[in-house]
């Protein structure tokens, strides 16, 4: 199993970056996680939002394969704790199947690309910001494989 990220947004703050890096250098090197990203598509007062959501579902959907399963981070998508996760985690692994997580742009995902999901998972009932998202997301997957392979980082 690989773990993609695949984020609209290429510019982040330096803490952003350093911090997701961190975690990410954490991850078992079998996952082979990449991050990708998508440039914001140009929003216009002129040209509906949804022109601009519904570029970035394009970019986003051709990078993924059929036999992807794909997790969009929706916020009103299902919550999981952290043995949750880490749970689906292992369930995913077992089916082999490269997983590739989304993190849209400011406007949120395409219709499009919420039918394509497989699985759709809020981090959070806040609003967050996108490069925190990014910083958490990294930190819940580093959470969940740790829970699974026992390792001391997550206590209760």
Known sequence: MHIRLIAVGDRQPTWVDA??????????????????????????KSS????????EGEKILART?????????????????????????DAWQTV????????GGPDGVSGTLKERANTRWSLSKLT?????????FA??????WSLSTGHPYHRE
């Open 48 to 55: 509906p939002v949804d022109t601009a959501i519904q570029a």
């Open 19 to 44: 911090a997701f890096d961190d975690y990410v250098a954490r991850l078992p090197r079998q996952w082979q996680f990449r991050l990708d990203t998508i440039a914001t598509a140009k929003r216009h």
């Open 65 to 89: 394969k059929p036999a992807d399963h794909v997790v969009v981070l929706d916020e009103r998508g299902k919550q999981f704790s952290s043995k949750e996760l880490a749970g689906k985690l």
């Open 139 to 144: 930190e819940q997957i580093y959470r969940a």
């Open 128 to 136: 967050l910001p996108h490069g925190l998202a990014r910083v958490l």
């Open 96 to 103: 082999g199947e490269d997983l590739v997580f989304v993190i």
